[in-house]
């Protein structure tokens, strides 16, 4: 420790500043264990638990066609759909997150994923469509605990790798679409659904509370405890010293500027990545598409202005195109990779919001199916790694004490921004590809934008867990990052 640092700490403060730092005992001790077995199990658990919502969130695309004819629904009550389930996801994630600050991570887990699956399986009896939307919107209380567990070194490559979970549930979720909805049904497959979820609240019986938590919360030998069976697991050992508790005051200006900027990037992100998927949906069920090669079932544009309800299921075809738009998601992932270890958090996250921003202009072209199934593929893969960059610099850039509080009101922003999305993508695509895809492109650049005035690269720094008062001076020292 610098010793204008220790002289400081002891003097008498006048006027506090306070900015984040982290205590050296809880970061050694999680990166001294490094990675092994149980950051494996963990990695699968919890990627599982992508898979769930995976699947909640890529059902309202399949089941769009489903309930629009069976309630001759309009397009802006289609749209009313997804956006309450967003709202849903909004206020459950600010209260979660909350709730995980206080009482711990794992109780919000546990209990966000008995909640889901109990108001999923409700949802499947909904006698009509204020039923349907009501129940939907109470599905999601979930909250993720698994990055403070990974040593730093290993973040940029285990949570790019999340998203083959993220991908195997939405094409779970098509599949079954593909082959239930045709024979029993849209309320069977939604049935069908939730046994993931089942399956997934038992697994999390063996995920431990995080150490992390427990010594922001006080509670050390709980701490302590936690990482000897995790350096157990992993055949480690746990450094010399004793875990302190993480002295807690308040933040300065310094996390309002950032927050404000990631609560926009959230959005952003959301908001571009829902209206990837509800975009490319809508466009196949009515026939929107400016295609070359389209047979005579693609020729027919199907306008609701001409007809109340027009029943649309999706064919073989459109699902194949869902699915293979769905492998977007993995297939660059050794880029995302590549661009987060090389070119760090910050330039990663401009990149890919242009190239989203161009990808999406790119829809409007008329091109054959194969081409469309293409920018499909090429739009979904950059998408989806904006949510990666901004998951893990969000991580990273928020304290232990505040991460989940922080991680949920960043979430809920990705929450309005998945609300917008449904009535520009299903409701103005009706009126115009082009006016309808033109503010998925305006906000990806704004986000480019705005990345470029975030504080601080987080490339390679260990996680914050304390909150305390410090000069100024030492706000950009590497010190503070450990």
């Known amino acids: 420790m610098p010793s204008s640092f220790r002289k400081w700490r002891w003097r008498k403060r006048s006027t506090p500043v306070a900015i984040t730092t982290l205590l050296p005992k809880p970061k050694e001790a999680v990166e001294s264990i490094g990675f092994g077995r149980f950051h494996i199990l963990l990695f699968v658990i919890m990627g599982s638990a992508n898979i769930v919502e995976a699947m909640e969130i890529m059902l309202l695309a399949v089941v769009s066609p489903e309930i629009r004819c069976e309630w001759r629904l309009e397009d802006w009550q289609v749209a009313l759909v997804s956006t309450m389930v967003f709202l849903g996801f909004m206020v459950c994630g600010v209260l979660c997150g909350y709730v995980a600050d206080k009482y711990g991570r794992w109780k919000v887990v546990f209990g966000g994923f008995i909640w889901a699956s109990y108001f999923s399986l409700l949802t499947s009896f909904s006698p009509s469509y204020g039923w349907f939307i009501f129940l939907r919107c109470m ?115 310094y996390f309002l500027r950032t927050s404000l900027l990631l609560w926009y990037s959230w959005f952003v992100a959301s908001f571009s990545y829902y209206g990837s998927v509800l975009s490319s949906s809508e466009l196949l069920e009515k026939n929107l598409l400016c295609m070359t090669d389209a047979d005579a079932e693609h020729q027919i544009k199907h306008n609701q202005e001409e007809a109340l309800c027009y029943c649309i299921p999706f064919n073989m075809a459109d699902y194949q195109t869902l699915l293979i738009s769905c492998l977007g998601e993995v297939a660059l992932i050794p880029l995302n990779i590549g661009l987060l270890n090389i070119f760090g ?95 998925f492109a305006i906000a990806c650049v704004i986000c480019a934008v705005g990345v470029a005035f975030l504080p601080i690269e987080t490339r390679g720094r260990a996680l914050l867990v304390s909150i305390f008062t410090f000069p100024p001076t030492v706000l950009k020292t590497d010190f503070l990052w450990g």
Not at 149 to 176: D, E, H, N, Q
Not at 369 to 393: E, K
């Open 139 to 253: 599905v999601g209380c979930v909250i993720q605990m698994h990055t403070e567990f990974i040593p730093s070194k290993y973040r940029a490559y285990l949570l790019p790798l999340a998203s083959i979970f993220w991908m195997l549930g939405s094409m779970l979720i098509i599949v079954l679409g593909m082959t239930v909805v045709p024979t029993m049904g849209w309320r069977w497959m939604i049935r069908f659904s939730i046994i993931p979820s089942i399956i997934l609240i038992g697994l999390f019986m063996v995920i431990p509370e995080s150490a992390r938590f427990q010594v922001s919360a006080g509670n050390i030998q709980g701490a302590l405890s936690t990482l000897k069976w995790i350096a157990r697991m992993n055949g480690a050992t746990l450094p010399e010293g004793e875990l302190r508790e993480p002295e807690v005051v308040c933040m300065r200006s």
């Open 345 to 439: 958090r910050k330039p990663s996250f401009a990149i890919l919001q242009l190239l989203s921003a161009f990808f999406f202009m790119l829809v409007n072209i008329c091109t054959t199916m194969f081409g469309f199934t293409v920018l499909l593929f090429l739009l979904r893969s950059v998408v989806s790694m904006n949510f990666n960059v901004v998951y893990i610099y969000t991580a990273e850039v928020y304290p232990t004490s505040v991460r989940s509080i922080g991680m949920g009101f960043c979430t809920s922003f990705s929450r309005v921004g998945g609300m917008i999305a449904p009535f520009i993508a299903q409701v103005l695509m009706s009126k115009s590809v082009i006016l309808a895809l033109s503010p």
